[in-house]
């Protein structure tokens, strides 16, 4: 765990602190005829070699670079101005997992590792759980109460807003009970409800209110459930 800390950090300095937009600019335009480009990889594989600080891992931080220039080259020549958002999250997750990777190749661990670890599959489960199945799950319950005058505040709202918050919610949620923070649970619904208050106020529409704190307090009860079950299960792990 503190090698992928300490990898991620090379990670972040790397792509992020230490890359002026000057770079990401030129990288952009000429791509594999950048300089900036060879020089960042150069720059992730030094960071990885220091941060880690041993002699034996030089070779794998030369491969961190390696993968970290390929992973950019195929993200620069593919993305659009559509589509550079997704390409930037893509990029992303694919340097963590190959950061991840380099750590288990480096302590002589496979992915059975992570096949045969229990708290792993009990978080990952509860964690997916939170997201988008139990916004699914809302969403169907709370269709039958949908006030009519619902669509109309939607124009005024960003796109798919309200599904992420109560995604994020959750998370929060989740995380708040798995570190026995119960009473920050209290302070993000409330945190939610002064939001709220002030649309809802304006609206003058009772349904709507009443529909939205179904959908709230469905949306807190199943993350609080789910968190404690996990919580739970986790305990009685050996």
Same mark, same amino acid.
């Given at each position: ?112 590792? +992570? ?8 978080? /990952?489960? !509860?964690? *997916? #759980?939170?997201? &988008?199945?139990?916004?699914? %799950? ?35 949620? +989740? ?8 009473? /920050?649970? !209290?302070? *993000? #619904?409330?945190? &939610?409800?002064?939001?709220? %208050? ?41």
């Amino acid at each position: 765990m503190i090698l992928f800390i300490k990898l991620l950090l090379a990670h972040l300095l790397g792509d992020f602190i230490w890359q002026p937009n000057s770079w990401v600019a030129d990288k952009e335009t000429k791509k594999h005829k950048s300089i900036y480009l060879y020089l960042h990889i150069l720059l992730h594989g030094v960071l990885a070699a220091v941060l880690a600080g041993e002699i034996e891992f030089i070779p794998y931080a030369i491969l961190i670079a390696v993968t970290h220039g390929i992973i950019d080259l195929i993200k620069l020549n593919f993305q659009k101005k559509k589509t550079k958002r997704t390409w930037f999250v893509a990029d992303q997750i694919a340097h963590i997992l190959i950061l991840i990777g380099i750590v288990l190749l480096y302590q002589n661990k496979g992915i059975i590792y +992570f096949w045969q670890d229990n708290e792993f599959w009990i978080l /990952a489960t !509860g964690i *997916l #759980l939170v997201t &988008k199945p139990t916004s699914i %799950f809302i969403k169907t319950i709370i269709s039958i109460w949908s006030p009519e005058n619902e669509n109309s505040h939607k124009d005024n709202s960003l796109a798919s807003a309200g599904n992420y918050i109560g995604i994020l919610e959750r998370l929060f949620v +989740f995380g708040f009970i798995l570190t026995g923070h119960f009473e /920050a649970i !209290g302070f *993000l #619904l409330a945190a &939610k409800s002064i939001f709220r %208050f002030g649309d809802l106020k304006e609206a003058k529409d009772r349904k709507l209110t009443e529909y939205v704190l179904i959908g709230t307090l469905i949306s807190f009860g199943i993350a609080i459930v789910v968190g404690l079950i996990v919580q739970a299960l986790l305990l009685q792990l050996p």
